[in-house]
């Protein structure tokens, strides 16, 4: 199994391999980050790991190595996560290639990297607008915080099909278009704005998974799934159950919830 060093951009959301990952960075830690990228040479990939924070409905905020709401502001690699970061995030996550980044040259406020409003650090640096794909999941192992930012020991891992995976993909898309409809009060809409949607078990599991209306837990636990088909498979019970739900409500914000994006930031 293949284990190397990444650096680490923890987040309030999950990516998936194949999504786009739109980042607005202007945190000092994220743009240090983001400037060892930059020294990456174009052609090359500007990797970095994406794992997503733990909440409150899974982990106390005061329990041992999380951050403490009451005590004093933090700074530096570690700031928000306790002592040790490893207990803050879930550990099972997906790298990103950065494909495009763009360097900010405005002064103004903004949201920070996980979607939080927070205090501008940025000066009269505007800080970066980064264009990522993830692609790969991995498992963290360690993290390292001696440097201006978290770096992780990671071990990528691989993506078995397991049985069934090519017919609960197909079961998979006809719930989901379902699903959709019933979000958009009959007006059929696709997964992909009308394109031709992709039939390889795992592209369908990521897909559906970014695109349904879940909460962070559930999203988790599909990337952490052990194989596409049992990944599938769960997608095909939420689906069916909140396309039921869907069903029994007397109105839904149909357009808004069917236009969530794969990342808040």
Known sequence: MS???????????????????????????????????????????????????????????????????????????????????????????????????????????????????????RGGDGGYEVLATGTTRFRLLSVDASGPYLVGEVEELPEDGGEGAGALASGVLRAFRAYQKQLAGARERTLAGGQELPDEPSVVSYLVAAATVLDTPTRQRLLQAPDTATRLAEELRILRRETALIGRLPSVPAAELTRTPTSPN
Do not use: K, W
């Open 3 to 121: 284990i190397t060093r990444l650096p680490i951009f923890p987040l309030n959301t999950v990516l998936f391999p194949g999504l786009v990952l739109p980042l607005n960075v202007f945190e000092q830690r994220y743009r240090a980050l983001v400037r060892d990228l930059l020294e990456i040479p174009e052609d090359a990939p500007r990797r970095f790991g994406v794992v997503a924070i733990r909440d409150g409905r899974e982990v106390a905020p005061t329990a041992l190595g999380m951050p403490d709401p009451t005590g004093p502001s933090e700074a530096g690699p570690t700031a928000g996560f306790g002592p040790d970061p490893m207990r803050a995030f879930h550990t099972v996550g997906c790298v990103a290639d950065a494909s495009s980044i763009r360097e900010r040259s405005d002064g103004g406020g903004a949201d920070d990297e996980d979607g939080e409003e927070g205090t501008d650090e």
